[in-house]
């Protein structure tokens, strides 16, 4: 059983499109961090978010974290072809648990 | 470049091979971390040492073993490699921020066992 989903698993919109992705458990999470991946490199993490509703931004990308700290969002406002790549989530089930937990992936293709 | 070092960057080997793969965390990080990515699995946690000691266990299989050194650096030894076992391994090495330990990764060993 997968505790982290991730939607939708594949995305292509052009540039300057908008999109949202998602990452949703059944579990809750003390914490959840936003990798991106490109292929044949490791994750590099984007954001980590701690408390339920809570909301950054990083640029053009914003993630959020869901109030009940079981799901979380990343929205990405006028995609440009460097946000290619395949995007992550990982939780935390508590803090004095240090295992992360791999959501699915969401690959994103941003055409030019 | 998140500071975290592995190599080989490429291994090629065959069925029944054993081979060791090595990782050097980021300079003051204590903790190091296994995965393993393959297309079918996604990202999967192995283990995890902290200052020497196994500190976390996740699906490793008893073909595999680490060990951490008193340098820090790591190593994943996979033996009596099978065909499944192709897959690119990640290290990674954590630092406290607040409450949460964020992990930062190396660029992966891809190993192919033909």
């Known amino acids: 059983t997968q505790l982290l989903e991730q939607s939708p698993q594949f995305l292509s919109i052009q540039e300057g499109e908008n999109l949202t992705v998602y990452c949703n458990s059944s579990?809750?999470?003390?914490?959840l961090q936003w990798y991106r991946q490109e292929p044949g490199e490791g994750p590099v993490l984007l954001v980590t978010?701690?408390?339920?509703?809570e909301v950054k931004k990083l640029k053009r990308l914003t993630f959020q974290f869901g109030d009940a700290r079981k799901d979380s969002s990343l929205h990405i406002t006028a995609a440009q072809p460097g946000d290619t790549g395949l995007y992550l989530c990982?939780?935390?089930?508590?803090?004095?648990?240090?295992?992360?937990?791999f959501g699915t992936g969401t690959r994103l293709t941003i055409i030019p | 470049d998140s500071g975290v070092t592995q190599t080989p960057k490429h291994l090629i080997t065959a069925t029944g091979q054993r081979v060791t793969l090595r990782c050097s965390p980021r300079?003051?990080?204590?903790?190091v971390y296994w995965y393993q990515q393959s297309l079918d699995q996604g990202l999967q946690f192995l283990i995890q040492?902290?200052?020497?000691?196994?500190?976390a266990k996740g699906n490793i299989l008893e073909r595999f073993s680490a060990q951490q050194f008193p340098d820090l650096h790591s190593e994943l030894n996979l033996s009596s490699l099978e065909l499944g076992d192709s897959a690119l391994y990640f290290c990674?090495?954590?630092?406290?921020?607040?409450?949460?330990?964020?992990?930062?990764f190396g660029p992966g060993t891809r190993l192919t066992v033909l």
């Open positions: 579990s809750v999470f003390s914490s």
């Open positions: 990674a090495s954590s630092v406290t921020s607040g409450r949460v330990r964020e992990q930062f």
């Open positions: 300079s003051g990080d204590l903790s």
């Open positions: 040492y902290y200052n020497g000691e196994e500190r």
């Open positions: 990982a939780g935390n089930i508590n803090f004095g648990n240090e295992k992360l937990t």
């Open positions: 978010v701690v408390t339920g509703g």
